[in-house]
C-alpha cells in the first residue's frame, strides 16, 4: 500500500486575511484531507471554516501537535500516512516547521520515507527580512530571546557583534505582551547607529514595517504592547 503525503499547511497571520495570502493549492489540500496534526484545534477548526470550502468540519479528524508533544507520541500520531492517507500540519500562524513544533512531525516522516509537500505561504519572518532592506544573503532566526533581562541584554550585545562580524541580519521576535520592554532593552542595549527594523501586525490592514537607526528610534517611540511583531537589526 502506498504512504499517504505530509502536506505543511500555512495559515494566516492576521484575521480576515485569508483571501488575499492564501493560495488556491492550499484550499485544494484542505479540501482533500480529512486528518490534520494542528496547535489548537479551535483555531484550526475556524480557519478551515473561513476558508467556505463546504468541509464538513464535523467529519475532520484533528489531532494536537504542539511544543509539548512527545517524540514517542509521534507514531500513533503519524499512523495514517503509514496506512496510505494523507496528514495536513496546520500552524497557529504562517508556516508549519519555522519556528513551530511542526518540525518534529517532519522530521519522523523523512525517517520513514514519507513524501514531505510544503505549501508557500505567509511567514512572518521571512516577510519582515524582505522588508527590513537588510542583508538577504546572510541571515539568521533566533526565535525568542531570555525572558531575564540579563540575559537578554547580553543576547542583545551577542546578536549585535555577530551582526558586526558576519554582516548579518539578525531576525528575532517576542511573546506579544512583552514587546514594549523587549523594545526598551534594545534601545537601551544597541549602539545609536545599529539599524533595528520593527514589522508589526504582519498582512493586516495596519502593518508597519519601518527601518530606523536605534537613535532615530528613540526619537518615534511605538507601542507594541500585545501587538504580533518581528524585530530585525543589522549592525554596522
Request: with cysteine; hydrophobic share 45%; proline share 7%.
Amino acid at each position: 500500500m502506498p504512504k499517504g503525503k505530509l502536506f505543511l499547511i500555512p495559515s494566516v497571520l492576521a484575521e480576515n486575511t485569508a483571501h488575499w495570502v492564501i493560495s488556491p493549492q492550499v484550499q485544494e489540500v484542505i479540501a482533500h484531507t480529512k486528518i490534520f496534526l494542528v496547535e489548537n484545534p479551535r483555531s484550526a477548526r475556524r480557519y478551515i471554516s473561513s476558508l467556505k470550502l463546504g468541509v464538513n468540519i464535523e467529519e475532520l479528524h484533528l489531532e494536537v501537535l504542539d511544543k509539548d508533544t512527545k517524540p514517542e507520541q509521534l507514531p500513533r500520531l503519524m499512523l495514517p500516512l503509514i496506512n496510505g492517507a494523507d496528514i495536513g500540519i496546520i500552524s497557529e500562524a504562517g508556516c508549519p516547521g519555522i519556528a513551530d513544533p511542526g518540525a518534529l512531525a517532519v522530521a519522523y516522516a523523512h525517517q520513514k520515507g514519507i513524501q514531505v509537500v510544503p505549501i508557500s505561504g505567509p511567514s512572518s519572518m521571512f516577510l519582515a527580512l524582505m522588508g527590513s532592506g537588510f542583508n538577504g544573503q546572510s541571515f539568521a532566526f533566533h526565535g525568542y530571546l531570555p525572558i531575564d533581562k540579563k540575559d537578554r541584554t547580553a543576547a542583545i550585545k551577542k546578536l549585535e557583534a555577530e551582526s558586526i562580524r558576519e554582516k548579518r541580519a539578525q531576525i528575532f521576535m517576542e511573546t506579544p505582551f512583552r514587546n514594549n520592554q523587549l523594545l526598551e532593552d534594545l534601545l537601551s542595549t544597541l549602539a545609536p547607529h545599529t539599524k533595528l527594523c520593527i514589522a508589526k501586525n504582519l498582512t493586516a490592514a495596519d502593518e508597519m514595517i519601518q527601518t530606523k537607526t536605534i537613535a532615530e528610534w528613540k526619537n518615534h517611540p511605538v507601542d507594541l504592547h500585545k501587538i504580533p511583531t518581528v524585530f530585525v537589526l543589522q549592525a554596522f
